[in-house]
């Protein structure tokens, strides 16, 4: 963990001169997914100007970089991804993080998420569990939760409400919770395509949960030139911050360009770590100029022992950021074939 004195020496020397845009209406989110070889990167999205305000790494433990950040600074959303039907393991850890057992302040947590893409394939991304296990786990580990602290809790995320996963879900729940079903106060969703993706998936669950607040915790349109990219970045932005039934939204992006498995142009960092127009607007500046992957350097030359992309370590530290991110490799073409289908 780093020290408070360390994190604003930190924060200062990565804060810039270009004044941020207003905070969005909405709060505007970060898909941490930290890479080993670049931890200098994860300071980049919590400058002191960064409309940021939330983020979720897929884990119940936040980001290192980000432990010595007050929630009401920068929000961290635990997730219970898949789990076991009969441990407690969660719920322990998540009580010990909120209540301390040796004292102390503890982490006010308001939010988690529960379960990824139950209703998928492991080979997919999802976390494969039956309604009747997630229902069990559900229980065990999210229920208490909610009732003891009040913590506000996420519906499963699924790829489709209408897909005969979330009914069986519910009622399960209620035959191990004296009747009742497991309640949730908050939809989240991946969106991942054109725009016309993104506004069908939020229709849909706004249909299906009438009156719940949705988050959509990962979208972008993979795999464009740069263009289309920026041009559906700016568009779906704007939606977002406009739909009155989306509470939360985090582009999936938070990432150097080498690393990205969704195409380079939605990577908000360049190879050696420099802000792209996406990733600036994003933070609420203005338009860098720098281009994800230089158009001149085909990807296989950016990582090699004598050109390592702004670190200290050969091409195999490129091989490793792939494969760190090739789990979400598996959601996205899953999410880009159920939509075509």
């Known amino acids: 963990m780093r020290k408070a004195s360390s994190w604003l020496a930190l924060v200062g020397v990565l804060a810039t001169t270009t004044a941020a845009a207003d905070t969005p209406g909405k709060l505007r989110g970060l898909v941490s997914v930290s890479n080993k070889d670049w931890p200098e990167d994860d300071a980049i999205w919590v400058r002191e100007d960064s409309p940021i305000s939330w983020y979720h790494n897929f884990h119940w433990n936040v980001t290192a970089t980000y432990a010595a950040l007050p929630q009401d600074r920068l929000e961290f959303v635990p997730t219970l991804w898949g789990g076991g039907v009969n441990d407690t393991e969660f719920l322990a850890n998540v009580t010990e993080m909120i209540r301390p057992a040796g004292g102390g302040d503890g982490r006010a947590i308001t939010h988690i998420m529960a379960f990824n893409m139950p209703d998928q394939p492991y080979e997919y991304g999802g976390s494969q569990m039956t309604p009747a296990d997630a229902a069990r786990a559900w229980v065990r580990n999210l229920l208490p939760l909610r009732e003891d602290f009040g913590i506000k809790i996420g519906l499963p995320l699924v790829g489709d409400p209408r897909g005969g996963w979330v009914d069986p879900f519910l009622r399960n729940c209620s035959g191990l919770n004296k009747g009742k079903d497991c309640?949730?106060?908050?939809?989240?969703?991946?969106?991942?395509?054109?725009?016309?993706?993104?506004?069908?998936?939020?229709?849909?669950?706004?249909?299906?949960?009438?009156?719940?607040?949705?988050?959509?915790?990962?979208?972008?349109?993979?795999?464009?030139?740069?263009?289309?990219?920026?041009?559906?970045?700016?568009?779906?932005?704007?939606?977002?911050?406009?739909?009155?039934?989306?509470?939360?939204?985090?582009?999936?992006?938070?990432?150097?360009?080498?690393?990205?498995?969704?195409?380079?142009?939605?990577?908000?960092?360049?190879?050696?770590?420099?802000?792209?127009?996406?990733?600036?607007?994003?933070?609420?500046?203005?338009?860098?100029?720098?281009?994800?992957?230089?158009?001149?350097?085909?990807?296989?030359?950016?990582?090699?022992?004598?050109?390592?992309?702004?670190?200290?370590?050969?091409?195999?530290?490129?091989?490793?950021?792939?494969?760190?991110?090739?789990?979400?490799?598996?959601?996205?073409?899953?999410?880009?074939?159920?939509?075509?289908?």
């Not at 991942?192 to 506004?199: A, E, P, Q, R």
């Open 183 to 341: 309640e949730f106060d908050f939809v989240p969703l991946h969106a991942f395509g054109h725009f016309g993706v993104l506004k069908d998936q939020i229709g849909k669950f706004a249909s299906a949960f009438p009156g719940k607040p949705l988050w959509v915790v990962e979208y972008g349109y993979p795999d464009q030139n740069l263009t289309t990219t920026q041009q559906y970045f700016n568009e779906s932005l704007a939606y977002l911050e406009g739909h009155e039934a989306v509470a939360r939204y985090s582009w999936f992006g938070a990432f150097r360009s080498t690393v990205s498995n969704v195409g380079a142009n939605m990577a908000m960092l360049d190879p050696w770590g420099n802000l792209t127009d996406i990733g600036s607007w994003y933070l609420g500046g203005e338009a860098t100029g720098t281009p994800a992957m230089p158009s001149d350097m085909p990807r296989t030359d950016l990582c090699t022992v004598d050109n390592p992309c702004g670190s200290s370590k050969n091409a195999a530290a490129t091989v490793a950021g792939l494969q760190d991110l090739s789990l979400w490799g598996g959601i996205v073409a899953f999410g880009l074939l159920f939509v075509l289908v």
